[in-house]
C-alpha cells in the first residue's frame, strides 16, 4: 500500500515537472519569437515540411471521412425521411469537429514525431550544444519556426481538409446514394454558418501549438541516445493526440 | 586569460566537480587530462556557459560568465570555437553549409565571402573541395577535421575540444594532434583541450592540467608533469604505460 502510494506521488511529481517544463519552454518560445531579427527563412522551411508534405495525407483523411460520414448519416437520416439532411451534417461534422482534430492527429504522425526525432537526436548527438557554442539560441533556431509554422499551417490544411470532406459527402450523398443535389446543397448553405467554420480554424491553430511544442519538448529534452530518442519520438505522438482530444473537448464547450 | 575559480557541480546526488581551480595561459594548449568520468566534460562546458557551476566563477579576460544573461553569454561566445567529441556536425547540412553556418549567423558576409571562408577552413585542416559531402559520408576523422573547421571558421581566440581523439584509429589520432599542433602553431590562439589519453597530452600541451576526485590535482609543463611525485599522477602514468607495453 505504501509503495503504491510512493508510486503513485512520483508519477505526479513527473508528470507535473513535465508540464512546468513544457510551459517554461513555451514562455521561452513567445520571448524568442518577438525578438528581432525574424527568421522568415526557417519559418518557410517549415511550413513547407509540416505543411506541403503533409497535404496528401489530409486531403485522404477528409476525403474518406466525409464519404463515410455521408453513409453513416444517410442511414440514419433515412429512417425520419430526411436524407438531404446528409449534407449539414457532414459539413457541420467536418468544419467543427473532424477537420480540425483528424487533420492536427494526422500532422502529429507526420510532422510532430519527426520533430521529436529530428530536435532528439540532434540532442543526443550534441548538435544542440554546438547550436549553444556557436552563439545561436536552439529554441529560437529550432523550436519558435516549428512552433510558429504549425500554428500557422494547422489552419489551412484544416480548410483543405473541410473542402475535401464536404466534396466526399457530395459524392457519395448525390452520386451515390441519388439525393437531390439542390435540396443537399442547399440546406447545406442554410444551417451551416461562418462561425463553425472560424471556430474550427481555431481549433486546429491550437492543435498546431500543442502538437509541435510537446513533439519539440519531447525531442528537446531527450536522453540516453538512440533509445531515448525513440522513447521520445513514441511518448510525443500519444501525449499529443491525447492532448489534442482533451483541449478540443475543453474548446468545443467554450466556443459552441 | 581563464580562470576558474573553485568551481563546484552535482548531477542529483552525484558530486562531479569539488571545488575546481585552475588559471588556462593565453596562446597556449593546456591540456586537461584525467580518467574517463571524472567531469572533464563537464569543466570544459563550463568554460563556455553550456553547464552553469552551483557555486564558483568562470572568469574570461576579468569577466565573470556564470551570472550572465543570454545575449551577453552569446556575444563571449562568439569570441570561442569547439570541437565537440563526435565532431556534432549538423546531419541535415551538407560539411560547406556546416563550416558556414556561424558565419552566416554572425555576420552579414556575401555567399561569395562566405564560400571563401569555407574553402580556406576546410583547406587549413587539410580537406578541400568536399563542400557538398552530407556529414553521414565522412569516417570519423574527417568529422572531426570539419568540425574543426566549423570551430575556426569566425577565427576565434580561445578554441575548446572535448576528446579529439577519442574512438579514432592510432594514425588518424596521430593526424589529429598534428592537425592541433601546427593549428595553434599558426593561430596563436588559446586551445584547451581535453584528454584521457596521456600520449595525446604530451604531444600537444605547453600545460598539463590533471583532473582527479572533482578537483585538479596537478599542472605543469609535460616535463614538469612528468617528474611529478603525486601518487595520483604517478599511478595514472604508470598505468598508462603498462598499456601502451601491452599494445
Known amino acids: 500500500m505504501w509503495q503504491l502510494l510512493n508510486r503513485l506521488g512520483e508519477g505526479v511529481v513527473r508528470e507535473l515537472k513535465e508540464m512546468g517544463g513544457m510551459f517554461l519552454l513555451l514562455v521561452d518560445t513567445v520571448r524568442w519569437a518577438f525578438y528581432p531579427p525574424f527568421r522568415l527563412d526557417l519559418l518557410f522551411q517549415q511550413m513547407e515540411k509540416i505543411g506541403v508534405k503533409s497535404a496528401l495525407v489530409v486531403i485522404l483523411t477528409g476525403a474518406f471521412t466525409g464519404m463515410v460520414m455521408a453513409l453513416q448519416t444517410y442511414y440514419a437520416l433515412t429512417k425520419f425521411g430526411a436524407e438531404t439532411m446528409v449534407g449539414v451534417t457532414v459539413a457541420l461534422s467536418m468544419t467543427r469537429e473532424l477537420g480540425p482534430v483528424l487533420t492536427s492527429i494526422m500532422v502529429t504522425g507526420r510532422a510532430g514525431s519527426a520533430m521529436a526525432a529530428e530536435i532528439g537526436t540532434m540532442r543526443v548527438t550534441e548538435q544542440i550544444d554546438a547550436l549553444y557554442a556557436m552563439a545561436v539560441n536552439p529554441v529560437r533556431y529550432l523550436i519558435v519556426p516549428r512552433v510558429l509554422g504549425s500554428i500557422l499551417v494547422l489552419p489551412i490544411l484544416t480548410v483543405i481538409a473541410n473542402f475535401v470532406g464536404i466534396l466526399g459527402g457530395y459524392f457519395i450523398g448525390v452520386i451515390v446514394l441519388r439525393i437531390d443535389p439542390g435540396a443537399f446543397v442547399a440546406n447545406m448553405e442554410k444551417h451551416v454558418e461562418l462561425g463553425d467554420i472560424y471556430n474550427g480554424l481555431i481549433k486546429a491553430a491550437v492543435f498546431g501549438l500543442i502538437l509541435s511544442l510537446i513533439g519539440c519538448y519531447k525531442g528537446f529534452y531527450a536522453t540516453k541516445g538512440a533509445v531515448g530518442v525513440g522513447k521520445a519520438t513514441t511518448q510525443s505522438v500519444v501525449l499529443a493526440a491525447i492532448s489534442i482530444l482533451m483541449a478540443d473537448y475543453l474548446l468545443t464547450a467554450v466556443m459552441f | 586569460m581563464i580562470e576558474i575559480h573553485d568551481i563546484y557541480k552535482s ?136 568540425g574543426l573547421a566549423r570551430a575556426l571558421a569566425l577565427n576565434p581566440e580561445i578554441v575548446l575540444f572535448d576528446e579529439p581523439t577519442s574512438g579514432l584509429d592510432p594514425i588518424m589520432a596521430r593526424t589529429i594532434e598534428d592537425l592541433i599542433v601546427d593549428t595553434q602553431r599558426q593561430l596563436g590562439d588559446t586551445f584547451v583541450v581535453i584528454t584521457h589519453n596521456m600520449d595525446a597530452a604530451f604531444r600537444i600541451a605547453h600545460t598539463i592540467a590533471m583532473l582527479d576526485g572533482g578537483v585538479i590535482v596537478e599542472k605543469g609543463s609535460p616535463e614538469e608533469f612528468e617528474a611529478s611525485s603525486n601518487p595520483v599522477v604517478r599511478a595514472f602514468l604508470e598505468r598508462e604505460e603498462g598499456k601502451e607495453m601491452t599494445e
Open chain 2, 11 to 146: 548531477f542529483g546526488p552525484q558530486d562531479v566537480l569539488k571545488g575546481v581551480n585552475l588559471e588556462i595561459g593565453e596562446g597556449q594548449t593546456t591540456v586537461i587530462l584525467g580518467r574517463s568520468g571524472t567531469g572533464k566534460s563537464v569543466l570544459l562546458k563550463h568554460i563556455i556557459g553550456l553547464i552553469k557551476p552551483d557555486k564558483g566563477q568562470v572568469i574570461i579576460d576579468g569577466t565573470d560568465i556564470t551570472p550572465l544573461s543570454d545575449p551577453k553569454l552569446n556575444e563571449m561566445r562568439k569570441r570561442f570555437g569547439m570541437l565537440f567529441q563526435d565532431g556534432a556536425l549538423f546531419d541535415s547540412m551538407t560539411v560547406g553549409e556546416n563550416v558556414a553556418f556561424p558565419v552566416q549567423e554572425h555576420t552579414k558576409l556575401a555567399d561569395k565571402e562566405i564560400a571563401a571562408i569555407v574553402a580556406e577552413k576546410l583547406d587549413q585542416v587539410g580537406l578541400s573541395g568536399i563542400e557538398e559531402k552530407m556529414p553521414s559520408e565522412l569516417s570519423g576523422g574527417m568529422k572531426r577535421r570539419v
